[in-house]
Nanobody
Framework: QVQLVESGGGLVQAGGSLRLSCVAS????????MGWFRQAPGQERAFVAG????????HYSDSVKGRFTISRDNANNTVYLQMNSLNSEDTAVYYC?????????????????WGQGTQVSVSS
């Protein structure tokens, strides 16, 4: 049974930073791409960042490019999302996702598993 557990969310002032973590279990972590989506109130879940199995290839949405960095630690089955220069539009529930293949996923159908989500709130 695959499980993804996110942590690191919270309340931060605009311009601040947070680092989200997602620990995976139940399958060979290093064989699969991983990613992050987010969902703001009243909006659909939106892609944020994806990383392929080795960490060499990453994708970002235009809205976070240059501010967020996705990375992974295959030895510890963990994927991270470093978020800098946060603004109010980044307020959302952030979900960690496990890909169906080793590629860096960037669309909903490319994800096979989801975590429970962690809330990120940015105050202006």
């Amino acid at each position: 049974q695959v499980q993804l557990v996110e942590s690191g969310g919270g309340l931060v002032q605009a311009g601040g930073s947070l680092r989200l973590s997602c620990v995976a279990s139940g399958r060979t972590f290093s064989a699969y791409g991983m990613g992050w989506f987010r969902q703001a109130p009243g909006q659909e879940r939106a892609f944020v960042a994806g990383i392929e199995w080795s960490g060499s290839i990453t994708h970002y949405s235009d809205s976070v490019k240059g501010r967020f960095t996705i990375s992974r630690d295959n030895a510890n089955n963990t994927v991270y999302l470093q978020m800098n220069s946060l603004n109010s539009e980044d307020t959302a529930v952030y979900y960690c996702g496990g890909g169906r293949t080793g590629r860096a996923p960037d669309r909903m159908f490319e994800f096979a598993y989801w975590g429970q989500g962690t809330q990120v709130s940015v105050s202006s």
